[in-house]
């Protein structure tokens, strides 16, 4: 294995989620396309029929009471990638995944909180009229990690 790619790892949550289902499809998707950690801040998990492959018991699973909670145990070196329809955000198109990083999604309603947009390290969006759902978003931002682009 490429020394490079065993040194990388993403992780992939959803601050204050709105659907249990939601949470269950985004950690099918996680389970899929790689992600080694998955976690909530904010709403629990609930066991969902949606999450057929029982993601939360096959890789870990952290909750966060808050974001200051989540943001201070980050894993050490990882960088933090907030999805969200902004003006200061990339567009996930020409976006260069970082090789260690943790994606945050923010319920489609609310999005992600003022503190999370504040602190993460790069902020992504895609084209899309309007906002996706968070578990097809999730999974759009894990399958783009997954082609062949430079990481940084």
Request: with cysteine.
């Amino acid at each position: 294995m490429n020394d490079n790619l065993k040194n990388e790892f993403f992780g992939i949550g959803i601050q204050n989620g709105k659907t249990p289902e939601n949470l269950g499809v985004l950690w099918r998707s996680a389970q899929n396309m790689g992600a080694r950690f998955i976690f909530t801040i904010g709403n629990r998990y609930a066991k969902q029929a949606c999450d057929t492959h029982n993601a939360v018991k096959s890789m870990p699973y952290f909750h966060y009471e808050t974001f200051e909670d989540f943001f201070k145990n980050l894993p050490k070196g990882a960088r933090l990638v907030g999805v969200e329809l902004t003006e200061d955000a990339v567009p996930l198109e020409t976006f260069h995944h970082p090789r260690r990083c943790v994606y945050l999604l923010g319920a489609e309603d609310h999005g992600l909180s003022r503190k999370a947009i504040e602190k993460s390290h790069f902020l992504v969006k895609f084209k899309s009229e309007l906002s996706l759902n968070v578990s097809v978003a999730g999974s759009i931002v894990m399958y783009d990690r997954g082609i062949a682009k430079p990481r940084v």
